[in-house]
Structures are given as C-alpha cells and as structure tokens.
C-alpha cells in the first residue's frame, strides 16, 4: 500500500479507502488504480481476514456416500447455486465430504478451527454428530432440507415432500392403476420418510405395506433391487412411485428385464426431474425439485447471518410442481 501511494501521489489512507469501498474523487481513483496495476499490488486476504476475524468462505457439507455425491444431480445443482450467490458476494465455497468416522473427526475440527464463516449442509440425518457440532459452535448454518431432530435456531430451505408425494401419487392413481407400490429410499432423512409419508396418505385404505420396498440410498442399482422385490410380492403389480429419478430409471430396466411395458402394463412415476428423467425410455413422469434455486436460497441464507444483523426467515419452501410426460 505504501508503494500504491507513492506512485499515484496520494497517502495511504486514501489507499485505503478506495480498497474497502470508501469515497474519493475520480481523479485520485483513477490514479490509485493506475498504481496498482504498475506495482502488481494484489490485497493479502489472509492477514485482512485475519484482522476481520473471518475467512469468507462458506462449507459445503453433503453427507452422502461418494458414489452417491458424484452420481446424484440434484446435489451438483444445489452446489452450484450456492456458489453462484457465494460468488457475487465475493466468498469462496469449501466442499467437505463426509463418508466416513476419520471423515467426521477432520471436518469437525476444520469447522471449529473458524475456517469457515457458515455452512450449508445437505442430506442431514437424525441426530448426526456434524449438524450438532454446528449447532453447539453456534456456526451460521443452513440446512437443505429438515432432520427430525433440526436445531430451531438453524433456518431450512426445502421443498414440500409430503405434499408433493401425495399429488403425484394421486396423478398415477387417476390412471386407472389399482395396485400401486413404492420403492422408498433413505428412511433416515426427512426427505425419504416424508415421500414415503405422502405416498401413504395419498393411498388412504388402500396403502399396503407390503407393497412398499426399502432401499438405503437414492440409487440407480437400488431401484433395479427395489423393483424386483415389488414384482416378486406382487407379479400384478401396475403402478409404482419411485423416490427418485435415479431409482425410477432403475425400476424401468428391472421391469424391462421382466417383460413389462411401461407404461402399458406398469405406470411409473419418479422424483426431482433431474438429468435422469429426460434420458428415461420413456421420459419419466416426476417432481420438479428446483436444486438450484435451493442452492442459491441456501447460501443467502447463511450470508445474512454472517453479514447480520437483520433476522432471517425460519424455513423456505420452494414450489415443486408435477411434471407429466410418458412413463405413466
């Protein structure tokens, strides 16, 4: 900065403040940008930030497996509306996965090492020990989407899984099919038990447990699983809600292997309109889930704690309308 004076004439202070974004004339604007360039001066981010007692960055935490992580869609689009807010606020996004204990030991003490200003967290679980960590630090936080047992004081962004469940189940109903399964997913997320909540409700009297297939993950090859387990408990079965794309676009190659022609004999619907849909023989009737929006909603949400001090809203729910194309 010393150098910035002396070659645009001008003192420090005044250095200064066209750095921080404070006022000056044009003139001695124009001439401290000058004298940057001349000098190569680039600001030293660490020691200001250091003095600031912030990093700007922001964790991105995903607690999936790495297959998952790389496979999924949804994620990738939520990362990248999240770095697309990050960005024009001039805050670096931290991608910190999470797939193991020696995992969540190191991100732990990352998180309480104040590397990072906040986090957004997507794919909590109940009573998992990162999101207790971050409540206990008192971190800025926001969650994608709400575990059960969500601390009150961190906001949510989401869309509404129930409902959304439920409306699209009823659309397969309104086909005509009368023995209609699910193959429900990651029963220890919000999202998953509330589709599956959704899907009962929609169902009424008619819901039969049986014809409900667990599986662990959103995952292509546990929709393969979970179709072959609907068909061999009920071979007439002739709808199936599957809680995601990815898991619908295993269905299908399970029901075509069987000999079964969607939708003729088997009407299926999946979830997310994701990558997957649209690449589906046929294209997958679903839910819009807006991942991107979700991303931008999330960082937002987490800078305006850092930055303060206005309140934030407690959740956001993001509309997440049907979409209907061929599948059913």
Do not use: K
């Not at 497996?65 to 606020?89: K, Q, Y």
């Amino acid at each position: 900065m010393h150098d910035v004076a002396a070659a645009a004439g001008v003192s420090r202070g005044t250095v200064n403040r066209v750095l921080n974004g404070g006022y000056v004339s044009a003139d001695a604007r124009t001439a401290i940008e000058a004298a940057i360039a001349e000098v190569g001066y680039v600001p030293n981010t660490a020691a200001s930030n250091l003095a600031r007692q912030r990093s700007q960055a922001v964790g991105f935490l995903a607690l999936e497996s790495h297959t998952l992580l790389l496979e999924d869609p949804n994620i990738g689009a939520i990362m990248l509306g999240a770095n697309d807010v990050l960005s024009r606020a001039d805050h670096q996004m931290v991608s910190l996965v999470i797939d193991s204990d020696r995992d969540t030991q190191r991100v732990a003490r990352y998180l309480s090492g104040g590397f990072v200003d906040g986090a957004i967290i997507v794919s909590a679980r109940s009573h998992d020990p990162i999101t207790r960590l971050i409540a206990q630090i008192g971190l800025p936080a926001t969650f994608v989407g709400h575990p059960p047992d969500l601390d009150q004081s961190i906001p949510f962004v989401g869309i509404d899984n129930v409902g959304s469940a439920r409306a699209i189940t009823r659309r397969l109903m309104a086909t005509g099919r009368r023995r209609i399964g699910m193959i429900a997913a990651a029963q220890d997320r919000d999202s998953g038990a509330d589709r599956l909540t959704g899907f009962r409700e929609a169902l009424g009297d008619d819901f039969d447990a049986a014809l409900v297939a667990d599986v662990p993950l959103y995952d292509y090859s546990y929709g393969v699983q979970g179709m072959r387990t609907l068909l061999d408990r009920e071979p007439a079965i002739d709808g199936v809600f599957a809680a995601s794309d990815a898991i619908a676009a295993g269905a299908l190659q399970a029901l075509r292997e069987a000999g079964r022609s969607v939708p003729g004999d088997v009407g299926i619907v999946g979830f997310d309109d994701s990558s997957w849909a649209a690449r589906t023989q046929p294209p997958l009737s679903t839910v819009h889930q807006p991942a991107r929006a979700i991303g931008q909603n999330a960082a937002d949400l987490v800078l305006r704690q850092v930055l303060g001090p206005d309140p934030v809203p407690r959740s956001i729910l993001l509309d997440s309308p049907i979409v209907w194309r061929c599948s059913a």
